[in-house]
C-alpha cells in the first residue's frame, strides 16, 4: 500500500430506493456498465472484478462469489474475480485487494461493485439477520440489544460528558438532509426541520426515528487501476494519497480506541501518509451510520471542542456552501445499503474529486478525508484522495 | 409441572464459559481470572486475552457497580422482546474492573443517570440460563 498506487477512473451508481419489483441483475449490469464507460474503457479492458459480500442475501453471495459477473457482463479480458468480506468496512478491503492486483500484474484494471436488496429479502429472514449481525449472540443478544441500542448507549454517554443536548444530533440529520435535497441518488429529498426530527417517534433515548437509518436498495460500482496508469486512461484519476486503520473490537464491552487521542492519531497517520495536514482538506465524507457520531468525530479530529460540535454544525458549516462541507451524499438521508454504504462513500469521493457532483460540487475540491467502519463499530478507516499526487 | 422453555434467545455459549452460565444459574456472577498476570476477565476466553496463560480461575464479584451509560429502548425490537418494552439497556462498569452489557430494571426511567451506583439482580430465563441484570444501588 502507498501513496498514489492506486486510482479510481469510473464510477456508476444507481439512485438509493426500495425496488420490489427489480432484479438483482438488472442493477448489477446498469451500475457495472456505467462505471466501465464512465472509465472510458472497453468492457474487455476489464482484468479483474472484486465485489463487495451482499451478507444478507445467500443467493446473490454464492452466484457473484462463484464468478457470475464477467460472465453475465462479458468481460472476455477478466483473469480473476473475488468476493470481499468485513461488513461496512467492505468497500475498503476491495480497494485494498485492487491495490495489489493492479501493482503486482494480476490485473491492470479492476471493477469493485456492490448490490444490495433489502426489499428482495424473505421478511422472516431479514428480522433475524437485522437483529443478530453485528451482535454478540452471549453476550449481547439475550439482553435485547440492537444495533440502534448500541449507538444509543454511545449517545447518552457522549451527552452526559460534554452536555451536547438533543438538538444538536437533531441538527446532523438536519444538515445531511440538505444536502441529500440536491443529490438525486437520495431516498429522503423533502427538506427536514429540526423540530420535526424532535418530534419524531422515540425508538431508543436518546435516538429518535429520524436519527435512525432506513434500509433500502442500492448497487454501484468503480473502475480502479494503477497510479501509473491513470493518467494514461482517464483525465480525472482520483488517487488514494493515505490509509490508516485501527481494530477497536467487536462488542460493545470490549470496545476502545475509536474516539479521542486513538481515533486522532488513526487518522494524523493518514494525512501523513498523503504527506498533507487537516487543513488541505477541502471535504470530510464522514461514514458514520447515526448523527451523534459525526458529533464526535469533529471533536475526535479537533475540529471543534468536545460537546460543541453540535453548534459548529447547526451553524451550517458543515452543510452545501459552509467552510467544511462534510458527507455529501447526505448518508443519513441517503438510505443504508448494507455493506454498500461506504462504497456510496468512495463513490462520492471519486465524484467530488472528478468534478461530477452537480448540484453539491464543492468547487475546486482537491483532497479530501473520508473514513470507513463495519459492524457495530469494529474498526476504523482513514483514507485521503487526491485529484492529484501532491 | 413442565419445563419452562425460553422464548427469548438464550446465551450461545462455548465450552470455556459453560461453568460462568452454571453458576448464573445460581445466581453467583463468576469473573474470569488468570493466576499469570492476576487480570480479571470479562468476557470468559480459552486463553487469557493478556498473556495467552491458561492458568485461569474465577473470582464471584461483588455485585456493585457503576452505570456507564444506558438507553431506554421503546421501539423496533423483534416480537420476542416486545412485551418488555419499554426496557433498559446499559453498560455497567463492575467493581472489578469490567465491563457488561446488562439490563437495568427496578427503576425509575428519569432518575436513571450515567455513573451512579449500581447492583446485581438476577432474571430466570428457562430451565438453563439465568441472565444479569442490574438495578439502582440501595443507599
Known sequence: ?????????????????????????????????????????????????????????????????????????????????????????????????????????????????????????????????????????????????????VMALGATRYMYETGATEEDIAAVCVMMRQWAELDPNARFRKPLTLEKVLESRMVSTPLRSYMCNVLSDGAAAMVVTSGELAPQISKTPVYKLGESVRYTGATATQRKGRTGAEGRSAAQEALDQAGLTLGDMDILELYVAYPMGFLRVLETLGICEPGKAGQFVREGHCSPGGKLPCSTIGELSRGHTGSGVSMAYYVECARQLMGKAGERQVPNAKYLLTNAAGGSGMNMIWSVFGRDIP | ???????????????????????????????????????????????????????????????????????????????????DLPFVLALVDMEEGIRVMTRIVNCKHENLKCDMPVELTWEDLDENFSLYFFQPAKA
Open chain 1, 1 to 149: 500500500m502507498g501513496r498514489g498506487k492506486l486510482a479510481i477512473i469510473g464510477i456508476g451508481e444507481m439512485p438509493t430506493g426500495w425496488y420490489p419489483d427489480m432484479a438483482d441483475w438488472d442493477m448489477i449490469n446498469n451500475t457495472c456498465k456505467e462505471a466501465i464507460e464512465d472509465a472510458g474503457l472497453d468492457k474487455n479492458d476489464i482484468e479483474g472484478v472484486i465485489t463487495v459480500n451482499p451478507m444478507a442475501q445467500p443467493k446473490l453471495q454464492s452466484e457473484i462469489g462463484f464468478g457470475k459477473i464477467p460472465e453475465e457482463l462479458g468481460l472476455k479480458g477478466c483473469k480473476d474475480i473475488c468476493i470481499v468480506n468485513a461488513g461496512g468496512a467492505t468497500t475498503t478491503n476491495c480497494l485494498r485487494m485492487a491495490e495489489h492486483w493492479v501493482n503486482n500484474g494480476i490485473a491492470k484494471t479492476v471493477l469493485i461493485n456492490h448490490v444490495t436488496r433489502h426489499s428482495g429479502i424473505d421478511p422472516e429472514m431479514a428480522i433475524n439477520f437485522f437483529a443478530t449481525a453485528g451482535i454478540d449472540l452471549q453476550w449481547e443478544y439475550p439482553f435485547g440489544m440492537t444495533y440502534n441500542a
Open chain 2, 1 to 83: 409441572m413442565t419445563e419452562k422453555k425460553s422464548l427469548k434467545p438464550v446465551p450461545v455459549t462455548q465450552p470455556w464459559t459453560e461453568e460462568f452460565w452454571k453458576a448464573a444459574k445460581q445466581h453467583k456472577f463468576l469473573i474470569q481470572h488468570c493466576h499469570d498476570c492476576d487480570i480479571n476477565i470479562f468476557y470468559p476466553r480459552k486463553f487469557c486475552p493478556d498473556c495467552w496463560g491458561t492458568n485461569l480461575g474465577w473470582i464471584e464479584a461483588s455485585g456493585r457497580g457503576k452505570l456507564h451509560t444506558y438507553t431506554v429502548t421503546h421501539y423496533g425490537v423483534e416480537q420476542r422482546f416486545a412485551a
